[in-house]
């Protein structure tokens, strides 16, 4: 059902960890339905993304997703950043099965959020960038086992 | 084991027997007649029917009469739920079921809520289990069916069958059960046990896919469903599936012959399974009850992680599972056995099914169980969540 791409992307994720003292963190999704994808990036003076790092809970097509936004991101300026487009992560793996377009534009919107944390600790307005909507269930009271 | 499949889902589906497919196989190319016709290759045929509705009836304490060939669970389930409720439509349009029922009972009985039935979806407690004084509860003057699984496909808890039949029978309604997962996995007897009507299907006992039965007491007078030829005493019409048939009855023959033997075999394996599970992986609950319980079944979560991904890297070093995580459901809620018996969403999508067979080894449970220790590790090393619960309790 993934292409190889997606396989590969998923069985060896790029980029997986955090940052210490990151840039920009932004956190997307929601435990309920499954997915949550966290990026962190790591932006330069001269707003270059040196260092990007994700991590994900999810299935396959998240982890991938996920692996190939911080690939598509590295190295790039933040106006390239947002560039980035679901479609663009798709095309880069080579397409998703259809139920698994989501995971997609989650990648995107964590690349965004993760800008907008940025904005938001420099105070400055990032050209083009939308407030992101973050999905994260609240109070997740967690039951021991 | 590197090169090797080990298949721990068997609850999904089992390999035919070798004794199985040789009993078949001369029904496609010698003994290949129509049951009904009379010469003699429909007349071993219609032998080999005979024999075989034996073998499926005594498994269950039936009479031969009373089973029907269907071409599988979901035909059954169907059967049942849609032919009383046309059936008893006069005397009152009330349907008891649970919350934690096969789709093919669930959205049976959407279907009839939508034709103006009403459905009372018992809940469960946390193992999984239907109470009969729910049941009973339930009951109103118009209730015409209750339909209770007689083991779950998913946790594999076992059902007070023979104590919600007792209930049922008190009120004078028919009593349906889905014992597809159960049939020949667990002792079943209709009369004891109080089932009017019980589905079971061939490909969950070591037999052929597209042929299961309904076994109908005699004196429940729910009609045809498949109108046609005078088949199955003109209550399934179409051609018999001889060869699935035979098959069926093969698988029959050796569970009920084996059944003691596997009970203890894989209730010892299912029980080391779960005690490793639970010493050594951290973060994890047993799903289902831990006394009523298939023999074969498996079901825990793992926190913070998700099925599908759980599920990719088994494939990748040769284990086949399921889990009822939403991506696993093709829908976006996980399974709603597991919402039903009370777990949050995202512990519910960290779900991993693993079904043992006869032919399971305490190795390839140790291969399996290795695995995905690894496995949850580098997921868990990968999850916003766990990042977060590790943080928080630092």
Redesign the interface.
């Given at each position: 059902m993934y292409s190889e791409k997606v396989?590969d992307h998923?069985?060896h994720?790029r980029n997986?960890g955090?940052i210490e003292n990151a840039s920009g963190v932004g956190?997307v999704g929601n435990?309920?339905?499954?997915?949550?994808?966290?990026m962190y990036l790591d932006i330069d003076d001269n707003g270059i993304i040196r260092d990007c790092k994700f991590?994900?809970?999810?299935?396959?097509?998240?982890?991938a997703t996920s692996s190939m936004a911080t690939e598509l991101v590295m190295g790039k300026t933040i106006q390239e950043a947002l560039k980035v487009t679901n479609q663009a992560v798709m095309e880069a793996l080579d397409g998703l099965p259809p139920?698994k377009v989501h995971c997609s534009l989650l990648a995107e919107e964590a690349i965004h959020a993760a800008l907008w944390d940025y904005a938001e600790k420099h105070g400055i307005t990032i050209e083009g960038l939308k407030k992101p909507k973050s999905d994260i269930?609240e109070g997740?009271e967690?039951?021991e086992? | 084991m590197e090169n090797k499949i080990i298949y721990l889902d068997n609850a999904a589906t089992t390999k035919v027997r070798k004794e199985v497919v040789d009993a078949m196989l001369p029904f496609f190319t010698e003994n290949y007649g129509n049951a009904s016709a009379i010469y003699s290759v429909g007349a071993k045929a219609k032998e080999a029917l005979t024999l075989s509705r034996e073998k499926v009836a005594d498994l269950i304490g039936a009479d031969p009469s009373e089973i029907y060939f269907t071409a599988g669970g979901s035909e059954a389930d169907n059967w049942a739920l849609k032919a009383t409720a046309e059936l008893l439509a006069d005397k009152g349009k009330h349907i008891i079921t649970s919350k934690i029922e096969h789709h093919a009972i669930l959205h049976t009985c959407e279907y009839l809520e939508s034709r103006g039935f009403e459905i009372t979806y018992l809940d469960v407690d946390e193992d999984g289990i239907v109470s009969p004084e729910a049941v009973e509860k339930a009951i109103r003057p118009d209730t015409i069916l209750v339909s209770i699984m007689f083991a779950n496909n998913e946790i594999g808890t076992i059902e007070p069958i023979k104590e919600i039949g007792e209930v049922v029978h008190k009120h004078g309604i028919y009593f349906h059960t889905d014992a597809v997962q159960a049939f020949g996995q667990v002792h079943i007897d209709v009369n004891e046990m109080n089932i009017d009507m019980l589905s079971a299907s061939g490909h969950k006992l070591y037999g052929p896919k597209g042929i299961g039965m309904l076994y109908i007491r005699k004196g429940v007078k729910i009609r045809s469903f498949v109108h046609g030829g005078a088949q199955e005493r003109k209550r399934r019409a179409g051609t018999e599936n001889i060869p699935g048939i035979v098959g069926f009855g093969k698988a029959c023959e050796i569970a009920k012959d084996t059944l003691d033997e596997r009970i203890k075999k894989e209730s010892e394996l299912r029980d080391y399974l779960i005690g490793r599970l639970e010493k050594e992986i951290p973060y994890t609950k047993i799903n289902g009850s831990r006394t009523h319980r298939l023999p074969n079944n498996v079901n825990a979560c793992f926190r913070f992680i998700e099925g599908e991904s759980m599920l990719i890297m088994l494939d990748g070093k040769g284990i086949c599972g399921s889990s009822g995580s939403a991506c696993t459901s093709g829908s976006l809620d996980p399974s709603h056995v597991l919402l039903a018996i009370g777990l949050p969403h995202e512990i519910a999508h960290g779900s991993l099914r693993l079904t043992l067979s006869y032919e399971t080894t305490k190795e390839e449970v140790d291969y399996a169980v290795d695995e995905l220790k690894k496995i949850i590790e580098t997921l868990r090393a990968m999850s916003p969540l766990y990042e977060d619960f590790v943080k928080k309790n630092k």
């Amino acid at each position: 059902m993934y292409s190889e791409k997606v396989m590969d992307h998923f069985q060896h994720p790029r980029n997986v960890g955090e940052i210490e003292n990151a840039s920009g963190v932004g956190t997307v999704g929601n435990a309920k339905c499954g997915d949550i994808m966290r990026m962190y990036l790591d932006i330069d003076d001269n707003g270059i993304i040196r260092d990007c790092k994700f991590k994900t809970f999810g299935c396959g097509a998240a982890v991938a997703t996920s692996s190939m936004a911080t690939e598509l991101v590295m190295g790039k300026t933040i106006q390239e950043a947002l560039k980035v487009t679901n479609q663009a992560v798709m095309e880069a793996l080579d397409g998703l099965p259809p139920v698994k377009v989501h995971c997609s534009l989650l990648a995107e919107e964590a690349i965004h959020a993760a800008l907008w944390d940025y904005a938001e600790k420099h105070g400055i307005t990032i050209e083009g960038l939308k407030k992101p909507k973050s999905d994260i269930s609240e109070g997740e009271e967690e039951e021991e086992y | 084991m590197e090169n090797k499949i080990i298949y721990l889902d068997n609850a999904a589906t089992t390999k035919v027997r070798k004794e199985v497919v040789d009993a078949m196989l001369p029904f496609f190319t010698e003994n290949y007649g129509n049951a009904s016709a009379i010469y003699s290759v429909g007349a071993k045929a219609k032998e080999a029917l005979t024999l075989s509705r034996e073998k499926v009836a005594d498994l269950i304490g039936a009479d031969p009469s009373e089973i029907y060939f269907t071409a599988g669970g979901s035909e059954a389930d169907n059967w049942a739920l849609k032919a009383t409720a046309e059936l008893l439509a006069d005397k009152g349009k009330h349907i008891i079921t649970s919350k934690i029922e096969h789709h093919a009972i669930l959205h049976t009985c959407e279907y009839l809520e939508s034709r103006g039935f009403e459905i009372t979806y018992l809940d469960v407690d946390e193992d999984g289990i239907v109470s009969p004084e729910a049941v009973e509860k339930a009951i109103r003057p118009d209730t015409i069916l209750v339909s209770i699984m007689f083991a779950n496909n998913e946790i594999g808890t076992i059902e007070p069958i023979k104590e919600i039949g007792e209930v049922v029978h008190k009120h004078g309604i028919y009593f349906h059960t889905d014992a597809v997962q159960a049939f020949g996995q667990v002792h079943i007897d209709v009369n004891e046990m109080n089932i009017d009507m019980l589905s079971a299907s061939g490909h969950k006992l070591y037999g052929p896919k597209g042929i299961g039965m309904l076994y109908i007491r005699k004196g429940v007078k729910i009609r045809s469903f498949v109108h046609g030829g005078a088949q199955e005493r003109k209550r399934r019409a179409g051609t018999e599936n001889i060869p699935g048939i035979v098959g069926f009855g093969k698988a029959c023959e050796i569970a009920k012959d084996t059944l003691d033997e596997r009970i203890k075999k894989e209730s010892e394996l299912r029980d080391y399974l779960i005690g490793r599970l639970e010493k050594e992986i951290p973060y994890t609950k047993i799903n289902g009850s831990r006394t009523h319980r298939l023999p074969n079944n498996v079901n825990a979560c793992f926190r913070f992680i998700e099925g599908e991904s759980m599920l990719i890297m088994l494939d990748g070093k040769g284990i086949c599972g399921s889990s009822g995580s939403a991506c696993t459901s093709g829908s976006l809620d996980p399974s709603h056995v597991l919402l039903a018996i009370g777990l949050p969403h995202e512990i519910a999508h960290g779900s991993l099914r693993l079904t043992l067979s006869y032919e399971t080894t305490k190795e390839e449970v140790d291969y399996a169980v290795d695995e995905l220790k690894k496995i949850i590790e580098t997921l868990r090393a990968m999850s916003p969540l766990y990042e977060d619960f590790v943080k928080k309790n630092k």
